[in-house]
C-alpha cells in the first residue's frame, strides 16, 4: 500500500528499520505521488541503495536491481537474445527437413528466445500490472551512452524490440537512481527525477540508526560509537566513514564483546571504520584518545 | 492553490534561475504540483519538496536555501545588505572551495571584500606583440589525441572477437543465405587529460601561456579537466570553455582567487585528491602538474598526495619551466619530494619545449 503523506513515508521507512531525514521522506513521498524518479547522490555508504530495497519492501513489490558499470549496453540492461536456444531450434528446424531459408523470422525471434535484463523486465512487469521498484545502481559508472539511452527510457517507459514489438508500461515503475559522483551526470537526466542528497546522519540518527540495527549494543556505547564517526567525519579522510561502516563497526564490537570504546578495542578495529591506509595512520598520529570515550 | 501563492512558487522559481540553478520554466509546474502535494503545514517540507525539484547537485543547496529563507520570509536568517550582488553563474554553481564559506551566504558576496579581487590580474592590458603570437602558434598547434580502449565494443573485421548478436540478426530474412560471422572490437577513445599548474608568484611569467596551452588543448582534445593553485586549489575546467581564449581568461581571473600567492603544492593535490580525484579521474586519464617546485609546504605532505595522484591516473608528467635551462637540477625540496611518482619531467619554457609535450602525450599507447 502507496503511504500518501509525509509522516505516512517516514513512518513506513522506519518500520522498515530505515530512519530518513525529513528531507528524504518528503522526496520519496513526491517520488511515490508525482511518478517521477528518485534521483539520490551522496557519499558511499550513507544508505542510498537501502532506500530502493525498503521501498520494494513497504510497498510490497519486487526489487529490480541494475548495477551499472562502464561499457554496460543494451544486451546488458535491456534484452538480448537467447542464442543457444536459437540455434537448437534451427537445428531442430532443418532436422525435420526444413531447409534453413524457410526458417521465418518469427521462428527463432519471438518473445520466447528473448532474455530480458532489468529494463526490459521492470517494464514488462509493468506492463503486467504489477508496480515493480527499479533501482538503477551507481549510474556514475556507467557511460554516457547508456545515460542517454537511459534518458529515453525513463520518460516513456516503453521499449521497442524491432522483430517482437513495443511493450509499454501503463503505470511507470517506481525508479530509484543512485550516484556516487565520481562524475557529473547530466543535467537533462536529473531534470527529469525528483533529487536528494543524501547527507551522514546527525549524531542522534546515527545512534538511533545503531540502535535500531544493533539493539544488543546498548544505549552507551552506541553513544560513544556516534560521536567517534562525527569526530571522524571532520577529519578530512580520504574516505570519511558511512553509515555503513558505523553499523560494521557495532557488528565488530559485538564479536569482541566490547562494551565501552577505549583506546585499545578503536585501535583494533580502526580497519572496519576506515579503509585506506593513509586514513588510518592519519587517526593513528591524531591519537586514537580523541576518538575513545572519555 | 490560492491564485497569490501560485504566483509566489513561480517566482521563487524564477529567482532561482536568477541565481543560477537550472530551473527552466517547464519546472514551475513542477515546483507547483510538489507545493500541492506536500501542503503548506510544515515550512520544512515545503522547503525539501521545492529543493527535491530545483536542485540537482550538491553544492546547490547552500544556494537554494539561501534563496528560499530570502524569499518565503518566516525566519529570514539571511538579511541582505544593499551592497551585494549575486555571484556570476558559474561561481553560484560550483561555490567557493571549501573553508567554511558554504554557508547560507554562498550566493551573495558582500561588496567589501574585493581584498583578493584586487589581487586578481587583468588580462585586457596585456597586449604585447610576442605574447600575442605564442598564442596565435598555440591556438593552431596540430594535436592528434591519444587513445585509450573504451569498454564498449564496435563492429569490426573478422579476427576479432565474433558478434553473436550482430551474426544472428543477420541469419535471418531474405538476405540470409550467406551466414557470415561478425565480428566486435573494442571501440577506442580519446584519452582524457588533466592539467593541475602552479599559478604562485614564482610561475608568474609563464602563467598567461599556460592558460592559453590549457585553452588550445581543451579545443584540440574537446574535454579538458584543468585546475589551478597557489596557496588553494580551484577548478577552472567550466572558465576554459569558452569559445574564445580572451573570454576564457577573463573567466579564470574572476573565479581565481590567490593570484600569485604563496605556493603550497602538498595541499592542493590533497585538496584534488580528496574532492576532485575520483571524479575526474576516469579512463585513465594522463595527468599533467605544471609547477617549478618552489614549494612552502611540508614536502613529506606532498610526496604522500603526489604518490597517491600517480596511483590514480595512467601517467603523470611533470612539466617545469626550469627544467630546459642547461645544468638544471631538480633540486629543490618540493622537486626532490616528487620526482621519484613522476613518470616523465619535460620543460616548458619555449613553443618547442610545448611541441614536445604534445608529442609525448600522442605517443602514449591505448595499452599499458
Known amino acids: 500500500m502507496t503511504p500518501d503523506t509525509v509522516d505516512g513515508v517516514d513512518t513506513a521507512l522506519r518500520a522498515q528499520d530505515y530512519l530518513a531525514e525529513r528531507g528524504l521522506a518528503v522526496a520519496v513521498h513526491l517520488t511515490l505521488q508525482m511518478q517521477r524518479p528518485l534521483f539520490l547522490?551522496?557519499?558511499?555508504?550513507?544508505?542510498?541503495?537501502?532506500?530502493?530495497?525498503?521501498?520494494?519492501?513497504?510497498?510490497?513489490?519486487e526489487l529490480i536491481r541494475l548495477q551499472c558499470y562502464e561499457g554496460l549496453d543494451v544486451s546488458q540492461a535491456l534484452y538480448e537474445w537467447d542464442y543457444a536456444r536459437q540455434m537448437l531450434a534451427i537445428r531442430l528446424l532443418e532436422a525435420r527437413g526444413e531447409g534453413s531459408t524457410d526458417i521465418s523470422v518469427g521462428d527463432?525471434?519471438?518473445?520466447?528466445?528473448?532474455?530480458?535484463?532489468?529494463?526490459?523486465?521492470?517494464?514488462?512487469?509493468?506492463?503486467?500490472?504489477?508496480?515493480?521498484?527499479?533501482?538503477?545502481?551507481?549510474?556514475?559508472?556507467?557511460?554516457?551512452?547508456?545515460?542517454?539511452?537511459?534518458?529515453?527510457?525513463?520518460?516513456?517507459?516503453?521499449?521497442?524490440?524491432?522483430?517482437v514489438g513495443t511493450i509499454r508500461a501503463g503505470r511507470p515503475p517506481v525508479v530509484v537512481l543512485t550516484s556516487n559522483r565520481t562524475r557529473e551526470i547530466h543535467d537533462a537526466l536529473k531534470r527529469r527525477c525528483v533529487y536528494h542528497w543524501i547527507d551522514y546522519p546527525d549524531f542522534e540518527r546515527e545512534k538511533a540508526i545503531i540502535l535500531r540495527k544493533a539493539p544488543d549494543i546498548g544505549e552507551r556505547l552506541a553513544s560513544e560509537m556516534a560521536q567517534a564517526m562525527a569526530r571522524l567525519r571532520t577529519l578530512e579522510l580520504f574516505k570519511p566513514p558511512g553509515v555503513a561502516e558505523t553499523l560494521d563497526w557495532a557488528a565488530a564490537l559485538r564479536v569482541l564483546g566490547a562494551e565501552s570504546l577505549d583506546a585499545g578495542v578503536v585501535d583494533d578495529t580502526l580497519g572496519v571504520v576506515l579503509k585506506y591506509q593513509d586514513d588510518i595512520a592519519k587517526v593513528r598520529a591524531g591519537g586514537i584518545d580523541g576518538l575513545a570515550a572519555l | 492553490m490560492s491564485g497569490a501563492l501560485t504566483e509566489r512558487i513561480i517566482r521563487f522559481g524564477r529567482h532561482l534561475r536568477g541565481e543560477g540553478l537550472s530551473v527552466a520554466p517547464p519546472d514551475?509546474?513542477?515546483?507547483?504540483?510538489?507545493?500541492?502535494?506536500?501542503?503548506?503545514?510544515?515550512?520544512?517540507?515545503?522547503?525539501?519538496?521545492?529543493?527535491?525539484?530545483?536542485?540537482?547537485?550538491?553544492?546547490?543547496?547552500?544556494?537554494?536555501?539561501?534563496?528560499?529563507?530570502?524569499?518565503?520570509?518566516?525566519?529570514?536568517?539571511?538579511?541582505?545588505?544593499?551592497?551585494?550582488?549575486?555571484?556570476?553563474?558559474?561561481?553560484?554553481?560550483?561555490?567557493?572551495?571549501?573553508?567554511?564559506?558554504?554557508?547560507?551566504?554562498?550566493?551573495?558576496?558582500?561588496?567589501?571584500?574585493?581584498?583578493?579581487?584586487?589581487?586578481?590580474?587583468?588580462?585586457?592590458?596585456?597586449?604585447?606583440?610576442a605574447l600575442a603570437e605564442v598564442k596565435r602558434r598555440l591556438a593552431s598547434l596540430m594535436w592528434r589525441p591519444a587513445e585509450t580502449l573504451s569498454r564498449r565494443w564496435e563492429p569490426a573485421r573478422l579476427g576479432a572477437k565474433p558478434d553473436l548478436r550482430r551474426s544472428f540478426r543477420s541469419w535471418v530474412g531474405p538476405t540470409a543465405d550467406l551466414m557470415l560471422m561478425s565480428a566486435r572490437r573494442r571501440r577506442r577513445r580519446r584519452r582524457p587529460l588533466v592539467v593541475i599548474a602552479d599559478i604562485s608568484g614564482s610561475m608568474e611569467r609563464y602563467v598567461e601561456v599556460l592558460l592559453a596551452f590549457m585553452h588550445a588543448a581543451r579545443g584540440r582534445l574537446g574535454t579538458l579537466e584543468a585546475f589551478v593553485f597557489s596557496t588553494r586549489l580551484t577548478r577552472i575546467t567550466q572558465q576554459l570553455a569558452a569559445r574564445n581564449l580572451a573570454g576564457s581568461l577573463a573567466a579564470v581571473a574572476?573565479?581565481?582567487?590567490?593570484?600569485?600567492?604563496?605556493?603550497?603544492?602538498?595541499?592542493?593535490?590533497?585538496?584534488?585528491?580528496?574532492?576532485?580525484?575520483?571524479?575526474?579521474?576516469?579512463?585513465?586519464?594522463?595527468?599533467?602538474?605544471?609547477?617549478?617546485?618552489?614549494?612552502?609546504?611540508?614536502?613529506?605532505?606532498?610526496?604522500?598526495?603526489?604518490?597517491r595522484l600517480a596511483r590514480s591516473v595512467h601517467r603523470v608528467i611533470w612539466l617545469n619551466p626550469l627544467a630546459?635551462?642547461?645544468?638544471?637540477?631538480?633540486?629543490?625540496?618540493?622537486?626532490?619530494?616528487?620526482?621519484?611518482?613522476?613518470?616523465?619531467?619535460?620543460?616548458?619554457?619555449?613553443?618547442?619545449?610545448?611541441?614536445?609535450?604534445?608529442?609525448?602525450?600522442?605517443?602514449?599507447?591505448?595499452?599499458?
Open chain 1, 41 to 61: 547522490e551522496g557519499e558511499a555508504g550513507v544508505g542510498k541503495t537501502e532506500v530502493a530495497k525498503v521501498l520494494a519492501a513497504v510497498l510490497d513489490t
Open chain 1, 108 to 163: 527463432i525471434m519471438s518473445r520466447d528466445y528473448l532474455v530480458a535484463r532489468p529494463l526490459l523486465h521492470a517494464v514488462e512487469e509493468a506492463a503486467a500490472g504489477r508496480h515493480p521498484v527499479l533501482l538503477i545502481d551507481e549510474l556514475d559508472r556507467a557511460d554516457e551512452e547508456f545515460e542517454a539511452y537511459l534518458l529515453e527510457l525513463l520518460s516513456d517507459f516503453q521499449v521497442t524490440i524491432p522483430e
Open chain 2, 28 to 129: 514551475g509546474a513542477l515546483l507547483l504540483e510538489a507545493t500541492a502535494i506536500v501542503g503548506l503545514a510544515s515550512r520544512a517540507d515545503l522547503k525539501a519538496a521545492l529543493c527535491s525539484i530545483a536542485v540537482r547537485n550538491r553544492e546547490e543547496l547552500p544556494v537554494f536555501d539561501a534563496a528560499f529563507d530570502l524569499y518565503f520570509g518566516g525566519d529570514v536568517t539571511v538579511a541582505v545588505p544593499d551592497n551585494v550582488q549575486p555571484l556570476p553563474e558559474s561561481a553560484a554553481m560550483y561555490g567557493p572551495s571549501g573553508e567554511g564559506e558554504t554557508t547560507g551566504t554562498a550566493a551573495y558576496r558582500v561588496g567589501g571584500s574585493h581584498e583578493e579581487r584586487l589581487g586578481a590580474r587583468d588580462f585586457a592590458d596585456l597586449d604585447d606583440a
Open chain 2, 254 to 307: 574572476a573565479k581565481v582567487q590567490d593570484w600569485s600567492g604563496g605556493t603550497r603544492i602538498g595541499e592542493a593535490l590533497e585538496t584534488f585528491n580528496r574532492d576532485w580525484s575520483r571524479r575526474v579521474t576516469r579512463g585513465g586519464p594522463v595527468c599533467l602538474v605544471v609547477s617549478d617546485g618552489w614549494d612552502t609546504g611540508d614536502p613529506h605532505l606532498l610526496a604522500t598526495e603526489m604518490a
Open chain 2, 324 to 368: 630546459g635551462s642547461s645544468g638544471y637540477e631538480p633540486a629543490t625540496r618540493g622537486m626532490r619530494a616528487v620526482l621519484p611518482h613522476v613518470d616523465d619531467l619535460l620543460p616548458v619554457a619555449n613553443l618547442s619545449d610545448v611541441a614536445e609535450v604534445v608529442r609525448l602525450l600522442e605517443s602514449i599507447p591505448a595499452r599499458r
